[in-house]
């Protein structure tokens, strides 16, 4: 092999190896690129810490674009609630006590005119055989049987009244029960189902000095309902074993016959509260949350009670000063923020 073709192998050999080392260089810096083009940018974290407290901290400029509102709080009556357990009774022994008091008592009348004029008879018989009239013995001793007849029926018939009446009256309460031997409305009412019979049972030792005249319910779906104490029950939920007491619901609470709800009782001094609107607050954990303003652009989510509604659907709280402001519009996305950065700052 000459001279001059060494040098160009030795050439091409230089060059071949000289373009294996620039691709491979070349191919190390794009995958470094592309690994860096896939790497997620993580946005600036919004979140400090104040006290022990998560703080999420947004500009001017990021609360206006996001529809963020606050509002200061309105001042409420507040008054501290006992949670009862209430079940919607089946009226249908009641309507079938009523049915069967109507009968018994409408026999009862019966037989009353029946031995109103059995007794005249009687009478008259008397009469005419001790003027030695035209009435023989026989004749008195049958009227005399008759009226003795109708008195003893009269008497079975006042006894199943009466024995309806108590039996209406130790099911349902003397109020449902004195409805029942009157006939007023509330029988009517409860029977066609355009109220409710509630029974409300106090947690196991918990006391009340008197029954509250009124207490709150909500259904889902349907709007808080006042409900009015009828009386003291005649026995207590066997499942429970507190203190229980009738209450009457209107058909327009969403309350049916056979549904268990809660029911709020109101329990010891009214005092004064705030309103938290519904729009305001969040469900976090089986929780209910706000976000309260701190300064300008700083938010802190706070747990609030739940025991109080209010009409609009949020709650009145005690523990929350009167001139707080909280997130009424947006709260969700302050709470979104708040996890995103505890996401990033585990993945970090």
Same mark, same amino acid.
């Given at each position: ?6 040098? !160009?192998?030795?050439? !091409? ?28 940018? =993580? ?32 001042? %409420?009556? *507040?008054?501290? $609630? ?16 009523? *049915?069967? *008091? ?10 009353? %005119? =029946?031995?109103?004029?059995?007794? $005249? ?19 008195? $001793?049958?009227?005399?049987?008759? %009226? ?50 509630? $029974? ?8 009340? &000095? ?61 005092? &004064? ?37 209010? =009409?609009?659907?949020?709650?009145? !709280? ?31």
């Amino acid at each position: 092999m000459t001279l001059r073709k060494r040098v !160009v192998m030795g050439a !091409v050999a230089v060059g071949v190896c000289i373009l294996v080392i620039w691709g491979f260089i070349e191919g190390r810096g794009e995958a470094a690129n592309e690994a860096l083009r896939e790497t997620p940018v =993580k946005a600036p974290l919004r979140i400090a810490e104040i006290n022990g407290q998560a703080v999420v901290k947004l500009d001017a400029q990021t609360l206006k674009s996001s529809g963020i509102e606050v509002a200061a709080l309105t001042q %409420a009556p *507040y008054q501290g $609630q006992i949670q009862g357990y209430g079940t919607a009774r089946d009226l249908a022994a009641l309507t079938d006590l009523q *049915y069967r *008091y109507v009968n018994a008592n409408a026999q009862w009348q019966t037989i009353r %005119a =029946k031995l109103n004029a059995s007794t $005249q008879a009687l009478e008259r018989a008397r009469g005419l055989y001790e003027n030695q009239q035209n009435v023989s013995l026989a004749q008195l $001793q049958t009227a005399q049987a008759t %009226a003795a007849g109708d008195q003893a029926t009269l008497a079975a018939a006042r006894s199943q009244v009466q024995a309806l009446a108590a039996t209406a009256i130790q099911a349902f309460g003397p109020v449902v029960g004195k409805s029942l031997i009157d006939g007023s409305p509330l029988i009517t009412r409860l029977i066609e189902r355009q109220d409710i019979l509630l $029974q409300v049972t106090l947690p196991p030792g918990v006391t009340l &000095t008197s029954p509250p005249q009124t207490a709150t319910v909500r259904v889902e779906g349907s709007p808080l309902t006042t409900l009015d104490l009828l009386s003291p029950a005649t026995q207590t939920d066997p499942r429970i074993q507190g203190l229980s007491f009738f209450y009457l619901a209107p058909a327009s609470s969403g309350v049916l016959p056979g549904m268990n709800v809660l029911v709020s009782l109101p329990s010891g001094a009214p005092s &004064t509260g705030v309103a938290i609107p519904r729009s305001a607050v969040l469900w976090w954990q089986d929780r209910a949350w706000i976000y309260r303003q701190i300064d300008a652009s700083s938010f802190a989510r706070t747990q609030i009670s739940t025991d109080l509604s209010s =009409k609009d659907g949020g709650f009145i !709280v005690k523990d929350l000063p009167s001139d707080a402001k909280v997130v009424i519009e947006g709260a969700q996305l302050l709470l979104s923020e708040e996890f995103r950065a505890q996401i990033q700052v585990g993945a970090d």
